[in-house]
Nanobody, 122 residues
């Protein structure tokens, strides 16, 4: 059973933009937080951004502030990550997940998607 599915990854030049989507089941999307993480080869899964169920507040890791924007459409059970001014260091597999606890820690997430590859070339 696939309950979270990421899409929108691809190859982009430095300075370009991509929008990632995460489609979830209604039950999973009802978790208090939905979040985005990324993982580069040989590195740990890294927090990127998270959004409350209400969409009122959002959290971002420092390296993406001002460049990435998280949003959600609760009616469609879909979360988005708009990525702009992309840099080579943004290259990673991006994962969406759901948690009812601490949103910045990967260990707190109950569900994960399969990931979508983002590659930024110079």
């Amino acid at each position: 059973q696939v309950q979270l599915v990421e899409s929108g990854g691809g190859l982009v030049l430095t300075g370009g933009s991509l929008r990632l989507s995460c489609a979830a089941s209604a039950r999973i999307f009802s978790h208090y937080f939905m979040g985005w993480f990324r993982q580069a080869p040989g590195k740990e899964r890294e927090f990127v951004a998270a959004s409350r169920r209400s969409g009122v507040s959002a959290l971002y890791t420092d390296s993406v502030k001002g460049r990435f924007t998280i949003s959600r459409d609760n009616a469609k059970n879909t979360m988005y990550l708009q990525m702009s001014s992309l840099k080579p260091e943004d290259t990673a597999v991006y994962y969406c997940g759901a948690t009812g606890s601490e949103p910045t820690e990967a260990a707190g997430y109950d569900y994960w998607g399969q990931g979508t590859q983002v590659t930024v070339s110079s």
